[in-house]
């Protein structure tokens, strides 16, 4: 049951974060992102947070379910999330 909860917990949470920082990272907009990209965004969040929580915990940093896995997660997804926003923009 664990196992699981963690799972959706890391879909959730790292797609949010994926999402938030594709529609809010300040920059000129002309028109709203297509709904494409923020499915990939929500994807790449998610797949940060596993890869963060990965290798967390392989390194040795926490075990799972602590505090520091799921702070490291959504910090890992947030920032890869605005790299996603600023290089996915079209250039001028």
Do not use: D
Not at 84 to 92: G, N
Request: net charge positive; glycine share 10%.
């Amino acid at each position: 049951m664990g196992v699981a909860m963690g799972f959706l917990a890391f879909l959730v949470i790292g797609g949010l974060t994926g999402v938030f920082a594709l529609a809010f990272y300040p920059r000129e907009r002309n028109a709203k992102p297509r709904p494409k990209k923020f499915l990939i965004a929500a994807l790449i969040g998610f797949v940060t947070t596993l890869a963060s929580s990965f290798i967390g915990q392989f390194a040795g940093l926490f075990q799972s379910g602590q505090m520091l896995e799921w702070l490291s997660a959504i910090v890992a997804s947030c920032l890869v999330g605005c790299l996603y926003a600023i290089f996915s923009r079209k250039p001028i």
